[in-house]
């Protein structure tokens, strides 16, 4: 299942088409400050330097936990077996509003009108991990014991819908779902507190929050189908979307055409 793939099947998930990330997205906020005002020394010494003080990244978290409240709330976390196995109640404390490795990125951008947005690409922190591998697993499992016609070399190995096993994944990808989420959105929230230290009259619009990494029960040509998304967004028509670009390139802040075919 290559990054960027978009899959859409019938009354099954499988967990390699969500990908070892689950809930890895996007948020974007714009300013209205411009980039032109902000002088070298006060982004190096105050920005950037409290960022890194505030937002631990790479395999770093926090050294206290968090409160709960910081949390996806409404959540029965007994339910969340592969999640919280190994002391994973603390972990997950401990690493809410931090950024992780790999190719997340926290960005201070220009607009083509000169001004600041900050960007966050971000996941679960070794959540969707484990859940991947877990429910991967069992799925392969299953996949043999019932003589799937899927074969084994594709990894495709899927879980049906209804099954138990199927209802716990869902659950749990979720819930990765709402931590990511609550993740960049505390991050973000501390990236503005450190802005607003050396611009305080600073005004952030609404931001614009996405997830590229999942699946969902959706329609499609008349069809209810379970559409995985791997480094795909959703672009229903007027939907706002989110393409982060890498180091040194531009990100796009995009709208949907709603393409029935894309899906």
Sequence with gaps: VPIGCVLPVKDVVIPNAIGTDCGCGMRAVKSDIKVSEISTDVLRK?????????????????????????????????????????????KILRQIG?????????????????????????????????????????????????????????????????SA?????????????????????????????????????????????IHHNYAAVEEHYGRQCIVHRKGAASAREGEIGIIPGSMGTCSYIVRGLGKPESF
């Design 46 to 90: 105050s920005i950037i330097r409290g960022i890194r003080k505030h937002i631990p990244i790479g395999d770093f978290a926090h050294k206290v936990d968090h409160a709960e409240e910081f949390l996806p709330q409404d959540w029965n976390i007994d339910n969340l077996h592969t999640l919280l196995s190994n002391n994973g109640i603390k």
């Design 98 to 162: 931090t950024l992780g490795g790999g190719n997340h990125f926290i960005e201070l951008q220009k607009d083509e009108e000169g001004y600041l947005w900050v960007m966050i690409h971000s996941g679960s922190r070794g959540g969707g991990g484990k859940l991947h591998q877990e429910y991967n697993q069992i799925a392969k499992n299953l996949n043999r014991k019932y003589f799937s016609m899927v074969p084994e070399e594709a990894d495709l190995a899927f879980l049906p819908k209804n």
């Design 165 to 209: 096993e199927f209802n716990m994944l869902w659950n749990e990808m979720n819930y990765c779902m709402e931590w990511a989420k609550c993740n960049r959105k505390l991050m973000m929230n501390r990236i503005i507190d450190v802005i607003k230290d050396s611009f305080p009259d600073a005004t952030f619009e609404n931001p614009i929050v």
